[in-house]
């Protein structure tokens, strides 16, 4: 337990703290920098995936396309794609402007599947006969989306979100570890130097922000899961539903008739 | 008044859903399709709304041809009632019911007041308007729904199977309430049903549908009884099996009064006192209808 | 391809070592997760401690993972056995939730008659709830399957010698072939293991050979947290 005390006082030496400090400190500009590249891939994934992902989840069209895409996307091993990206890209450009652009565009590929398969699964939750009966009374296929499925599916939604963002986080620290900026340089810098002070309180704060990162979305899954459903006179599907309101993000389909 | 011409539903792997069908069903009126599963008896229910077009043939509501009709406008013109009332389980009552008048554009305070006198048409407490579905009984959700179809104030109330999710007896309350509302607001109301019983029960018009989508019988419930098309319509009202077959029991010596059994001898109900009369003595076959 | 070919043996080490190193945390994510579901699908409070604390541990990112292990179970910073306990752990977190759904979706109503037929909780365990969670656990190995493997080139950065160094060495002296090989050989060992899983699917599961059944199986599988691999 002495490794933690002295993680975490180096954590809480101002010291490391002071701006201005030498790379890779002052720990705030890394932590900085590192929700900033978390939140610009999410962003761009997010605009990518949810329109595709409300498209196949409404429409039904594309259905394999998602499931091998996600399944796919499983297997690529991250740190060989961020360092394929960014080497294609600095035969045409110079290397840093290269190892962002190929560090952005690697982020924002494996953000995407997680986030599609929460809009696709979450929609595709949503029970057949509610959409039929919002048909039947004469919505549009429009107001079919957005007033009943993606209300309806927000959790699973935001559940899906929640995956992209956690698996851009953890992307970036390696990222950070291969030169960008980003909290994994602390830990590099401490394999560097031999100071594991240095590389368990680096992996300690990654890991507190993963979590904290982790929890504000679980309340925000919470709170979007819509008051009237699954109160406690479940009936007949409720195990959908009780489903749609579990945290963690669904891949591929969560089977209506399995579930 | 709404008229199938010549309806015919064929999916594109070759089944026939829909065979051939004309039905003329009168305004105002009680009008039943039932059918096993797989009579294609919700496909014609869903094509007077455009939730299905037919292969060939026309539906007409009121003279127009529904093609000519944009679904989305011709839809929230036609209530439409489904089994477990089909409510959107994030909104609350209210605003459930009033769905339609929302979507027609209709002002929201003016859409939750109605939404409220509805809710005393059909039965239900004011004070269940701002609950979620999930919260309310089976029986209670189906009023809803019935309610939601009725908010725009539609001449035609479509209904699928709406009471089969819902136990026997709560199951005949509504069978009653809905005849109540139908002869109090003139609505032509077309029910589908896979249950004989609610079919008469219910029915001005009864269209029997056999497998395959094809039209069996189409009459009141008492010629369908009194002369059942053809052995397959004899056996689906139960007919064959003298089910339907009642007969009198001699008077009750105690108590003074009549009881009917059917053809196994089991009690089937009692003769009002007014009509005794006739099962003096004798026993004569009488039919239920 | 020169490349490859004048590096051939080299590969074929890193291969090997891979997926050793991806076995074991393949097997110890079945055995560990199998009773561990199955005790939380006994109730709600089981289920809310192990779901719960195998999804927070999945969180953690891989790296800051491999670096903190030494300080709890006192191993070196660059030794393989945090790659091994890292990658487990995140194996176990994919497979408890998988075999938690998995024994969730075994009927009630059969579960029911074999205790009415005489068989003893253990015997019904055996006999009747395993092998009918069978196809959704199958599906839960083939995710863990493959996101193992994928996780394991991430170990190069502490040191680790797997297909992940022809990431790394390949950057370094800019030799792009060498990092599409090592991305290709990770694949293709991901897709022979999937494969192997399958098969052994169809042999120990023959009542389950239905169409498409298995693929719709597969698709259903939920991660704790994320759907790739935890960079």
């Known amino acids: 337990m002495n490794l933690f005390i002295d993680a975490f006082a180096w954590i809480f030496d101002p010291a490391n703290w002071v701006a201005g400090a030498q790379s890779p400190l002052p720990i705030q500009d890394r932590l900085a920098e590192h929700l900033l590249y978390t939140f610009v891939a999410v962003l761009i994934a997010a605009l990518i995936a949810l329109p595709l992902g409300f498209y196949i989840g409404h429409t039904g069209k594309g259905r394999q396309f998602v499931i091998s895409f996600t399944g796919g996307m499983r297997a690529l091993p991250t740190l060989g794609v961020l360092f394929f990206l960014t080497m294609v890209l600095g035969y045409s450009m110079v290397s840093t402007t290269a190892n962002f652009l190929g560090t952005m565009i690697a982020l924002v590929l494996l953000a995407i599947p997680s986030i599609l398969a929460g809009a696709y699964s979450g929609l595709e939750s949503v029970d057949r006969q509610t959409i039929d009966s919002a048909r039947a009374s004469g919505m549009t296929e429009l107001q079919i989306l957005v007033k009943v499925e993606i209300p309806l599916s927000l959790p699973l939604i935001v559940g899906g979100l929640r995956s992209g963002v956690l698996q851009v986080i953890a992307t970036v620290v390696i990222a950070s570890y291969v030169g960008l900026g980003g909290l994994g340089r602390i830990i590099a810098s401490g394999i560097g130097l031999n100071d594991y002070n240095r590389i368990l309180g680096g992996a300690i704060l990654i890991t507190a922000l993963a979590l904290l990162v982790d929890g504000v979305f679980a309340v925000i899954q919470r709170l979007t899961a819509t008051p009237g459903v699954g109160g406690p006179a479940d009936t007949g599907r409720s195990a959908v539903r009780r489903q749609a309101q579990r945290q963690p993000a669904t891949v591929g389909t969560p089977n209506q008739e399995r579930e | ?289 | ?231």
């Open chain 2, 1 to 289: 008044m709404i008229e199938f011409r010549g309806v015919t539903k064929q999916y594109p792997d070759g089944t026939l859903a829909i065979e051939h069908v004309d039905i003329v069903i009168q305004p105002r009126t009680i009008t039943v399709l039932v059918g096993s599963s797989g009579s294609g008896k919700t496909t014609l229910l869903r094509m007077i709304n455009r939730m299905v077009d037919p292969t060939s043939g026309q539906v007409l509501v009121d003279g127009t041809d529904v093609a000519t009709v944009d679904p989305v406008r011709l839809r929230r013109s036609i209530g439409y009632v489904m089994q477990n009332g089909g409510l959107l389980p994030h909104r609350r009552i209210v605003d459930n019911v009033a769905t339609v008048p929302l979507l027609r554009g209709v002002a929201k305070s003016a859409a939750r007041a109605r939404s409220l006198e509805l809710l005393d048409t059909v039965g239900l407490d004011r004070g269940l308007a701002d609950k979620y579905p999930r919260q309310l009984s089976g029986g209670q959700q189906q009023r809803v729904g019935v309610a939601r179809a009725l908010a725009a104030d539609p001449n035609i109330l479509l209904m699928d199977e709406p009471f089969g999710a819902v136990d026997p007896i709560v199951r005949l309350e509504l069978q009653t309430e809905l005849r109540r509302l139908q002869s109090a607001l003139d609505k032509t109301v077309v029910f589908v049903t896979h249950d004989i019983d609610e079919a008469f029960a219910l029915a001005d018009q009864m269209v029997i549908l056999r497998t395959g989508g094809i039209v069996a019988q189409i009459g009141t419930p008492a010629e369908v009884l009194a002369h059942p098309a053809d052995d397959f319509v004899a056996s689906f009202i139960g007919a064959d099996r003298g089910q339907r077959r009642l007969r009198l029991q001699p008077r009750d010596p105690a108590s003074g009064r009549i009881v009917v059994v059917d053809s196994a001898g089991r009690p089937a109900g009692l003769i009002e006192d007014d009509h005794a009369s006739i099962g003096d003595g004798a026993s004569p076959d009488v039919k239920a209808s």
């Open chain 3, 1 to 231: 391809m020169n490349w490859l070919i004048s590096n051939f043996d080299l590969v074929v080490g890193l291969t090997v070592n891979h997926i050793r190193l991806s076995v074991v945390p393949i097997i110890v994510g079945f055995v560990v997760a199998v009773p561990l579901a199955r005790i939380a699908v006994t109730g709600r409070t089981a289920r809310a401690v192990i779901i719960t604390s195998t999804s927070l541990l999945y969180t953690i990112p891989s790296l800051p993972l491999f670096v903190i292990l030494p300080a709890i179970i006192g191993t070196k910073v660059l030794s393989d056995i945090n790659l091994i306990v890292a990658l487990s752990i995140y194996a176990v977190a994919i497979m408890v939730r998988a075999a938690a759904d998995a024994f969730t979706s075994v009927p009630v109503d059969v579960k029911q008659a074999s205790l009415a037929m005489g068989y003893s909780r253990w015997q019904q365990f055996w006999r009747v709830e395993f092998p009918l969670a069978g196809p959704v656990l199958l599906a839960g190995m083939r995710v863990v399957s493959v996101s193992t493997i994928a996780l394991v080139s991430v170990g190069v950065l502490i040191g680790s010698q797997n297909l992940g160094y022809l990431f790394t060495n390949g950057k370094q002296r800019n030799i792009l072939e060498e990092v599409a090989t090592g991305i290709v050989a990770s694949l293709l060992i991901a897709l022979v293991f999937d494969l192997i899983l399958v098969l052994l699917g169809r042999l120990l599961l023959p009542w389950n050979r239905k169409n498409g059944s298995r693929s719709a199986q597969a698709d259903s599988v939920r991660l704790p947290i994320t759907v790739g691999d935890v960079g």
